[in-house]
């Protein structure tokens, strides 16, 4: 049973890495003019930290 923890684990450690890597890109290509294309740099920075964060939490978690 331990493996399935493990294999679920890496799972979501995957999939927090490549929405916060995506997230972080997606910030620094968004060509909005104004105070909405700064409020969209500020959301995707954040998800993208948090994507990033849970990832080393979850390698932690594995180790």
Known sequence: MGEWF??????VGLV???LGATSIIMGF?????????????IEYGFFGVT????CMLMTY???
Do not use: C, R
């Open 6 to 11: 493990a294999a679920v684990g890496f799972g």
């Open 16 to 18: 927090a890495f490549v």
């Open 29 to 41: 290509t968004t060509n909005e003019p104004g105070s909405m294309g700064m409020q969209k740099k």
């Open 51 to 54: 994507g990033l964060v849970l």
């Open 61 to 63: 978690a594995l180790a």
